[in-house]
């Protein structure tokens, strides 16, 4: 590598100094702070979707009189409704329906409404949030698994090694030794959690072309990756064996992912657990190389402050000698993001493109970056042009390592605690069970510091690691047996408080009547949480990707008003909306199991008329949704390809789901308008299937399934992680309103919700999870489900 001046790492720099106000001041709100970071780069791709609708439909009275829906015993009958399920249709106007889909279409959207095409005109299909939420996942994961094995998995690799070969070259100079040595063994480790030969990659080719597996962009990936193989430098060896067994230790531990262990490297303990590929990173071997790599590259810490006394529920993690070499390796790390690469690329420049198209999809980094490195760095050092020289002059002078801590202390914390050296505190009034934000407050400052590819900060994970022991008290009345409870704490947030927070009274009542915010604190913290979410303006929620996608979701916890169908009214569909957005959030944690950052709970020591036919099909009447669900397709599409990220099967999908979503959005506002549906209407809605192909065209078989998972949260005291997952489709019947006052039954697919407590050391796959799924073990569904679900 060759060095040059800090140019582009320069340039990354300034922008944050103009968009990260932590470099200006720091602000007590993460919520804000994080808005303002994201605001210029990302924020002009998103166009918000305009529409005008004036809804008049009529209200209805339940139950309907089954004279009034058009076809209704031969729908029925062909859907083989129960006699209880036909009455709950008639009581409230739909019901949910499991086990009416069978083989492929049990977990396929496509599949599922080719299934109901099967009757024709006689069963009209029903267009539901569930299938256009899945239908947006798989553009996002698909779009997103596509540029990590075509481009990012290889730029990591190479990345790594170059960084490695020169921190063994600079282990070399007496004045680096130490912090050279520990950048070097960091570097060895991510290297070797990388690797993967031309022959695994081509073998792993084979496997993917087969029928079974078949994906063809990640066999293509797998083989254009194989023929690079030989471009990649070799790795001169580590510079003593005592690197060498720590990196093997850790390698080790990485590979076995059992949970908490010592890092030999780092002098504090790190969740294992988390390096289990998962996600759709069990999907290839590539991915799973990649998954393993980042993982260290984005959770380990080179902590900034360090002292005396030192262990998790002290003060300081680690010694004040291993915390200034942690963050003099640090300064040399981002010192080598200045150098060029063997093919010509700035370091810098490679770093840079991995981490913002990323970015774009989940969101900026919790922890400090070298971009934040570098703008203290300069600010301190003498020679502002040479970023090596830089590093030389902290690891010499004291003053100057002094004064770098100084400057970067003055940066925001994290805002997550992810387990960092496996924190406990011994706090008195948190042991007393009082709520104790503050014990929160000093875990996270004392686990400040630089991560290379720092896991990024997502509202979730801050709302559930605010939601938790310690910022959370004891249980109300001593009760323990709530599924948030675990060591007589509220270890465990819920899907239902991230729901809440968007704004669904429903999940805050299924709190209040399953015991889960009975807990001394909870009202408080989660008022202060919500007057945070207040402040948001509709840009603050499209900052990016992530962010957008649960903005729809909001749209569709929200209440509707006059004129929408009654049933859109009742308790019942507002649980069915709640159970498809906790289900959409599962599959998009699912997406960003990688680069989300995942909070962990610390440790304490009238005369009937005959209707008319009924048209092709109903789409669910939620204009507000649709839209922001069109906008965010269009988001999607602009920042990606602006970025180059995406491939044209990619940017095909993305065009086809754009037209998809926006006919619906029309023909949404007829249906609540009362307007007939004209020919062209009827052709789309007929051909349905037809278009869902369009949206889904090129992804591999895995993409399509709705039998996902994802573990959300950690709590160290029950050494359990919270996992939420989508099962097997279920069928959604829907007796849909006209203007004249009369029905008809329309079907589609739905999305089932789970959320259940599993061991850490066993994180489950999206495989294991359909095993499961398929065994008597299988969890429950969640009580408030029952609401509108029942057996055909």
Known sequence: MRSRPALPLIAFAVLFASSHPALRAQEDDPLARQAKELSLRFARHYRPVEYAVRPALPATTFPIDPAAVAGWEDAVRLLSLSEAA????????????????????????????????????????????????????????????????REFWWDARLLVRCLLNRAIELAGDESLREPARLAAGYLAVADELLALDAKALLADAERLESPEEFDWASAQAAREMAGKHDKLPRAPSLP?????????????????????????????????????????????????????????????????????????????LVPAATAANQTRAAALLTALLTEDLPDGRNAGKVWERLYSV???????????????YLAAMKSVGEDGEDALKLAKELAASRDALLALAWELAKLSPPAIYSGTGESETSDPAALAGLPSPEVLDKTLAKTQGFRLMGQRFIPDSYWMGRLVFPTIGAPAKGRTDMFTCAAGLRAFPRGLDVMALLG??????????????????????????SAEIAKLSREDWNRNLYWSWLWCLKALLEPVGEGYPTLMKEDAWLDKSLNASLASWAELRHDTILYAKQSYTMAPTGAPVEPPPPPPGWVEPLPEFLARLVALSRMTASGLGEMNALSDQARSRLDALDSFLAR???????????????????????????????????????????T??????????????????????????????????TFFVAAGPALAYYEFRHPMSSRLTDGEWRTLLGSEEAPERPSFSRSYRLDR
């Open 86 to 149: 036909r009455e709950r249709l008639l009581s409230q106007g739909f019901v949910a329906a499991s086990g009416f889909f069978r083989g492929e279409a049990t977990e396929d959207v496509v599949r599922a409404y080719e299934a109901l095409d099967a009757y024709g005109d006689r069963v009209p299909r029903l267009v539901t949030s569930d299938a256009l939420l899945h239908l947006y996942h798989i553009q996002f994961d698909e779009s997103l698994k596509e540029i990590e094995e």
């Open 240 to 316: 003593d064996p005592d690197l060498a067994a720590a990196v093997a230790g850790e390698v080790e531990a990485a590979r076995r992912h059992e949970g908490f262990a010592d890092s030999a490297l780092f002098d504090y303990k790190e969740d294992f657990s988390q390096y289990k590929p998962r996600g759709h990173y069990d999907r290839s071997r590539m991915l799973e190389a990649y998954f393993r790599g980042m993982m260290w590259l984005g959770r380990m810490t080179f902590l900034l402050k360090g002292g005396e006394p030192y262990g998790p529920d002290k003060p300081y």
């Open 358 to 372: 990323t970015s774009y999809y989940v969101g900026l980094a919790d922890d400090l970056c070298p971009a934040h």
């Open 504 to 529: 669904s009274a429903r999940a805050r009542a299924h709190l209040a009547a399953s015991g889960d915010d009975a807990y001394a604190g909870y009202d408080k913290e989660f008022a202060r949480l």
């Open 664 to 706: 619906l959005l029309n023909l949404s506002k007829k249906e609540l308008e009362g307007t007939a549906l004209d020919e062209e209407d009827a052709r789309f809605l007929a051909r349905l299937p037809e278009a869902l192909e369009g949206v889904a065209a090129g992804a591999g078989k895995g993409a399509m399934k709705t």
């Open 708 to 741: 996902l998972v994802a573990d959300v949260h950690t709590d160290q005291n029950s050494s359990q992680c919270l996992e939420e997952g989508t099962g097997a489709l279920e069928l959604l019947v829907v007796l849909a309103p006209r203007a004249d006052g």
